[in-house]
Structures are given as structure tokens and as C-alpha cells.
């Protein structure tokens, strides 16, 4: 099977199956979209997901957090992984948005980047998710699936080259939905161990367990 006849098999399962699909992550506007995907970084989304209703209950918007104290954040979001960095980080984060942007969050990816605790990733996510924009966020489902499933070459590897593969082979239009499928078919199907194979629609071709190395290493 070429790469072409790979994309086109597997686009075209998960168009027919998941037509939507969105992010598991829980968020009413772009600002809490953005905190919850700089909260999720190393964590679970149920975590998160656990997390931000108190959370977002306290501070709502950027005006809200910007004038918040650390130490209150910080107890909010302690289960979390790495909590004093994050809290820190969406401190300052909320403070600049209120300085530089009236507190609304930006969607030119350059701008998003300049924000304390965004990365490319996170700014990846916040486009696609946010604003539709067809951007492709490559965390450690994505990287490991691209990978897994012969996606992406051997010498892919690091997220921007899988992201800079991803983006040349799928259809724009199917960018921002295409992140959601292989993130949840690695957070669900092809796990980092003791993948379920015999539930996965595409075991027939998949290179890795044609090698007899299920964990793709």
C-alpha cells in the first residue's frame, strides 16, 4: 500500500465513522479553550476536565484572572501536573491579554505564541478548535499514531516534521477534524502500551504490528 492509498483509507474510515469530533477538553469561549489546553500539557483531559469547573467558575475571563492571585490559582489547579509552573504561567498568560490584546484571544498563531505557556502545539490546538483555522496539533497520541501507521517517513521524527508531513498529505478541509481522530484513536485504540490491535480498523496494514513491535519501538 503507497502512502497515498494509506491517507485515503484512513480519511476516508474516519469521515464515514466520526464525522464530528471535537475536543474532549471542556471550555465555553476561546480563552478557556486556551487554559485548559495549557493546563492539559503531561495530563489527562478527564483531570482537566475535573479541574476547570471550579476553575473557570472563580475566573471566567482574562479581566478576571489577570487580577487573580497565584497562590489561589494554584490551589484551583494542584492536582494538575507541574501546578506551579502552570499556575504561573496563566497568570502571566492572562495578564498579557488584558494588556496586549483587551483580553481576547488572539488568532494570528504569531501572536498566540508570544503568550506565556503557549507553545506551538497549544496554539495549534487553539486555532483549529477556536477559530476553524486549519491547523495541525501534534501531541504524543498524534506523533506516536503518524508514526505507527506509516503516515509519516522513519525520518520524521519530531512533532514539527510529523505536523510539516500531516499537513502535505490530508485535505485542508479535513486539517482541524483530522487532529481529533488520530489523537483519539491513540488515546483510546493505539495506546503508548499494550495497544489494542484487534480493535483497530486498520491492523491489515499497519506497519508496526507487521513487525511484531506493537509499542512502535
Known amino acids: 500500500m503507497t502512502r497515498k492509498q ?33 493546563l492539559s500539557a503531561q495530563c489527562t483531559d478527564k483531570r482537566i476536565n475535573e479541574v476547570t469547573p471550579a476553575l473557570f467558575s472563580r475566573f471566567p475571563d482574562a479581566q478576571t484572572m489577570a487580577i487573580a492571585d497565584e497562590g489561589e490559582i494554584l490551589q ?10 502552570k499556575a504561573r504561567h496563566l497568570l502571566a498568560m492572562a495578564q498579557m491579554l488584558v494588556s496586549e490584546f483587551n483580553g481576547v484571544v488572539p488568532s494570528d498563531p504569531s501572536m498566540l505564541v508570544r503568550l506565556p505557556g503557549v507553545g506551538r502545539k497549544t496554539a495549534n490546538v487553539v486555532q483549529a478548535v477556536a477559530f476553524g483555522k486549519a491547523t495541525m496539533a501534534v501531541d504524543t497520541h498524534v506523533f506516536r499514531v503518524s508514526r505507527r501507521l506509516g503516515l509519516v517517513r522513519k525520518t520524521d521524527d519530531t512533532p514539527l516534521k510529523v505536523e510539516k508531513e500531516l499537513m502535505r498529505h490530508i485535505p485542508e478541509e479535513d486539517v482541524p477534524r483530522a487532529h481529533h481522530w488520530l489523537l483519539l484513536h491513540g488515546r483510546y485504540v493505539c495506546t503508548s502500551r499494550a495497544p489494542h490491535c484487534d480493535k483497530c480498523e486498520f491492523q491489515d496494514f499497519c506497519p508496526k504490528l507487521m513487525e511484531n513491535d506493537k509499542l512502535g519501538r
Open 6 to 38: 494509506r491517507y485515503q483509507y484512513i480519511l476516508d474510515y474516519f469521515r464515514k465513522e466520526k464525522p464530528e469530533v471535537t475536543s474532549e477538553l471542556q471550555f465555553t469561549t476561546p480563552f478557556q479553550l486556551l487554559v485548559a489546553t495549557i
Open 76 to 85: 484551583l489547579i494542584s492536582s494538575v501536573s507541574y501546578p506551579n509552573s
